[in-house]
């Protein structure tokens, strides 16, 4: 079985703005409103692939029941604990400029959190856990590190797609798949990286200190794989990019779903990069046939690295 964890979820406001007037009145023309938050997006993306999921993390209120009746809907198991706090609220203007504004994340009392703990603990060899996204503060900044151990001690595979100090923290952990894009990677190595090389010769310093799958995302470059076994580059189809939000996410989304229908690593390495494409190219998350168009569009080449790259 394959669970999300989303520890800071939303509701994705996203409203399409003409021209945005600061201190004025500004009219929307479009307005849409999603769940939000990596784990969901994984969920959702994943739905639409043909593979179930079961959605975990914290959720409160009205705007919690939003986020739960839009995923039954979709026909999404889910499990989330209950904060009793809003689930906040991200507004996305859209005009000729792009602009955020993320509300705060749920106070998660103790009890709440040995809540989610406990059904990590439930979990069963083999079952594949992911979890993305941002730790809300009242957390223990250490929460990566420590599921990373849970899921060791239980043999689950742990799939993380985060960034900063939580990503920092895997390093070292035996995790079965992390999706840093390339600026996250070089932030984590204290450099810059430009090129395909840089990245899977940095990506391989993460498989040498325990992680078994590592894609980097870089943006229009393409991405890069990197396990033991092999080092891959993969070009990106052409199309105009509408979307940042859930790109990442519909990566490891494509890419788990193929590993979990018994697809070989290429295979996967593709269904990710076409499925973060097709989501690029559209207003929400990509759907199956969007993916699947892409695919032929996708070349897959070697990466030959040296130390110090």
Same mark, same amino acid.
């Given at each position: ?112 959190? *040995? ?56 390093? &070292? ?20 990286? *430009? ?58 989304? &494509? ?33 199956? *046939? ?16 040296? *130390? &110090?790259?």
């Amino acid at each position: 079985m394959i669970y999300t964890c989303t520890l800071n979820p939303s509701i994705d406001y996203i409203m399409h703005v003409d021209e945005f007037h600061p201190g004025g009145l500004t009219r929307a023309n479009k307005a849409m409103y999603y769940p939000g938050g990596k784990g969901i997006n994984v969920s959702r993306v994943m739905k639409r692939l043909g593979v179930s999921t079961t959605a975990l993390g914290f959720i409160g209120q009205f705007t919690g029941q939003f986020i739960t009746d839009f995923l039954e809907k979709e026909n999404i198991h889910h499990h989330f604990v209950n904060t009793n706090d809003y689930t906040r609220i991200n507004v996305k203007l859209k005009g000729e400029q792009e602009s955020e504004i993320n509300g705060p994340g749920p106070k998660v009392t103790d009890e709440q959190l *040995e809540a989610l703990f406990d059904q990590i603990k439930s979990l069963n060899s083999g079952d594949i856990f992911i979890l993305a996204g941002s730790v809300p503060s009242s957390l223990p900044e250490d929460f990566y590190s420590q599921v990373a151990d849970l899921c060791s001690s239980k043999n689950i595979l742990f799939v993380a797609d985060t960034s900063g100090d939580a990503l920092r923290q895997l390093v &070292g952990k035996p995790v079965y798949f992390l999706k840093p894009n390339d600026h996250e990677l070089g932030e984590l190595f204290d450099t810059t990286i *430009e090129t395909k090389e840089q990245a899977a010769y940095f990506a391989s310093k993460l498989i040498e200190q325990g992680t078994e799958h590592v894609v980097v995302s870089m943006g229009g470059k393409g991405a890069v794989y990197v396990s033991k076994e092999e080092h891959l580059f993969a070009t990106v189809p052409k199309g105009e990019v509408k979307n940042s939000v859930g790109a990442g996410d519909s990566v490891v989304s &494509g890419f788990i779903a193929s590993i979990n229908n018994g697809k070989d690593i290429k295979e996967a390495f593709i269904s990710g990069v076409a499925a973060g494409s097709a989501t690029a190219f559209q207003d929400d998350l990509c759907h199956k *046939e969007d993916a699947e168009r892409l695919k032929d569009e996708i070349e897959i080449t070697p990466i030959h690295i040296k *130390e &110090g790259q």
